[in-house]
């Protein structure tokens, strides 16, 4: 009886059996065949993760209901698919008993994906705003990105309307490959040892038209186009200098580097606000949301 009512209430999508690799229990197999199924038929590219969150009984005899967890960039997406308990089918689609998706039902809402604050090391990066403000935005971005620079504008208004309340971190995250796009972080961060002043009047140069302008010409132009401006504002030139030497400017940009790559950032701009990741453009509505919370 009980087969014949899921033959009229499920309305599924592919079986597909799966292949396990040898060696993993039987309840490791179960959450195995669950995150190869998902991950063949998604097709994820570099970047996304797929993690086990359980197994139950589902209502359909002798299949479990999985619950993973996959996390892209920005968010984390719940999915439930279901598993025979020896580990070799899968069910993916919805489950439908008398007009209700018992699946959407168990899987839940996507959600920004969380990164604790303490991992991010802020401390150590250059901040404008109020520390222990509300708001903690980090961003990762770098000086030839025409999005970091567009993004910049943006968050220039955002500060000085809202700097009481936000404290916004900058973290070097320069393009791969292109040595330019690095040198330029490097060059950042060397004023950073002069002082968060100092790092933040080289930073606002470099995002305006000028410094753009500057920065595709020869490494050593700008350079002392920075050693002009430090000087000019009474900042430590030689600090600038000897981070350059020492390469402690460059350790600096390796170490915000490694961290986004542990943290999966997907390029730059990428914006995180009080730990979650933020998709698209920052803007009043989204900011409202974190300042009235």
Not at 225 to 231: A, D, G, M, R, T
Not at 235 to 264: C, N, P, S, Y
Request: proline share 3%; charged share 30%.
């Amino acid at each position: 009886m009980m087969k014949r009512l899921f033959l009229l209430c499920v309305c599924m999508g592919l079986v597909m059996v799966t292949v396990v690799r040898n060696g993993f229990t039987q309840e490791d197999k179960i959450g195995q065949a669950a995150i190869e199924a998902i991950k063949a038929q998604m097709r994820m590219a570099k970047g996304i993760d797929v993690k086990f969150v359980e197994k139950k009984e589902s209502l359909i005899p002798d299949f479990y209901l999985v619950k993973l967890l996959v996390s892209y960039p920005d968010r984390d997406v719940p999915v439930v698919i279901y598993v025979d308990k020896t580990g070799e089918k899968v069910i993916m689609g919805n489950l439908f008993v008398k007009g209700e998706n018992i699946t959407r039902k168990e899987t839940g809402q996507a959600r920004a994906r969380k990164i604790d604050l303490e991992q991010l090391e802020i401390d150590k990066s250059p901040f404008r705003g109020t520390a222990g403000a509300k708001v903690t935005i980090v961003e990762f971005s770098n000086f030839q990105c025409p999005f970091c620079m567009r993004g910049w504008m943006k968050m220039k208004e955002v500060l000085e309307k809202h700097s009481a309340n936000i404290r916004y971190v900058f973290k070097n995250y320069p393009l791969q490959g292109q040595a330019k796009s690095f040198d330029l972080c490097e060059m950042a961060a060397a004023a950073q040892e002069a002082g968060n002043d100092a790092f933040w009047a080289v930073h606002d140069f470099l995002f305006t038209e000028e410094g753009q302008n500057l920065a595709k010409g020869e490494k050593n132009a700008v350079k002392q186009k920075i050693e002009q401006i430090l000087k000019d504002k009474g900042l430590d030139v030689k600090a600038f200098q000897a981070a350059l030497e020492t390469g402690k400017a460059r350790k600096r940009v390796e170490e915000d580097m490694a961290l986004g790559a542990r943290i999966r950032v997907p390029g730059t701009p990428t914006v995180i606000i009080n730990g979650d990741f933020v998709r698209g453009v920052l803007n009043d509505r989204i900011l409202d949301q974190y300042l009235t919370k």
